[in-house]
């Protein structure tokens, strides 16, 4: 299996930046590659959205609402995306969750691919 851990999220005034990370490791086996990853967030009272994904190769698409503010990249090597965020408005405090779509062998020596969420990390914009 595979496990997918977000990190970063933080407490930050508004026009203020936090760098988010997502790794992705397996827990048995042993991971192929990591192709699209999406970073997500949620806000209370709120559905879950699409902010910004990635794919293996390194195309990105964003929602309109952080275009030119959030930018999200990868580090193919270590299994992990970034999601830079710059100019922070109250109006992105949520809870960040990362999608990894992985390729990976299992403990049984099986190839599998499967997308897997992370546990999210909380980032709150405020004065």
């Known amino acids: 299996q595979v496990q997918v851990v977000e990190s970063g999220g933080d407490l930050v005034q508004p026009g203020g930046s936090l760098r988010l990370s997502c790794a992705a490791s397996a827990v048995s086996g042993d991971i192929f590659r990591v192709y699209g990853v999406g970073w997500y967030r949620q806000a209370p009272g709120e559905e879950r959205e699409l902010v910004a994904e990635v794919t293996y190769d390194g195309d990105t698409t964003y929602v309109d609402s952080v275009k030119g503010r959030f930018t999200i990249s990868r580090d193919n090597a270590k299994n992990t995306v970034y999601l830079q965020m710059d100019s922070l408005k109250p109006e992105d405090t949520a809870v960040y969750y990362c999608?990894?779509?992985?390729?990976?062998?299992?403990?049984?020596?099986?190839?599998?691919?499967?997308?897997?969420w992370g546990q999210g990390t909380q980032v709150t914009v405020s004065s």
């Open positions: 999608n990894a779509d992985v390729a990976f062998i299992s403990g049984g020596g099986f190839h599998l691919r499967s997308d897997f």
